[in-house]
């Protein structure tokens, strides 16, 4: 069952489970597995991997993929992989980096948002708003 199985993935990272154990758990290959992730992100839900690609990436090279990620018109592998081909990065690398950027788009556009914005946000009470106020806030 697919729902099970990605219940599984989304615990297992919780619990910062190795992604190749994960994979090998699940008798999938690790490709399987970042398209599972991938699937996963895509439907809204955050995966947090910083765990595993700590081991993985240093803070130059993962700066550098998410900042690409970030300014990109898209999240296609293949541009990443055009635009960063000198880098020397492979496609899991940047598979591995772009699950991440998913997980953290929604929360880096919205602090964004507020940053830029000219007037400040404040709830009717004065204190700072959170995000959920953030969203459901009606303009006056």
């Known amino acids: 069952n697919k729902s099970k199985s990605k219940i599984f993935i989304?615990?297992?990272?919780?619990?910062?489970?190795?992604?190749d154990d994960i994979a090998e758990s699940k008798d999938l290959s690790f490709d399987e597995l970042l398209n599972e992730m991938e699937q996963i992100c895509y439907?809204?839900?955050?995966?947090?991997?910083?765990?595993?690609?700590?081991?993985?990436?240093?803070?130059?090279?993962?700066?550098?993929?998410?900042?690409?990620?970030?300014?990109?018109?898209?999240?296609?592998?293949?541009?990443?992989?055009?635009?960063?081909?000198?880098?020397?990065?492979?496609?899991e690398d940047l598979r591995l980096m772009r699950i991440k950027f998913l997980s953290?788009?929604?929360?880096?556009?919205?602090?964004?948002?507020?940053?830029?914005?000219?007037t400040r946000i404040v709830r009717d009470d004065g204190s700072p708003p959170n995000i959920l106020y953030l969203i459901t806030r009606q303009p006056k």
């Open 10 to 19: 989304i615990q297992q990272i919780d619990r910062q489970i190795d992604l």
């Open 43 to 91: 439907s809204g839900t955050k995966l947090n991997i910083d765990y595993y690609l700590d081991q993985y990436f240093d803070d130059d090279r993962r700066d550098e993929i998410f900042d690409y990620f970030l300014n990109a018109e898209n999240d296609k592998i293949d541009a990443a992989m055009e635009a960063l081909n000198e880098e020397g990065y492979e496609e």
């Open 104 to 118: 953290e788009e929604r929360l880096l556009i919205l602090n964004s948002l507020v940053r830029h914005t000219q």
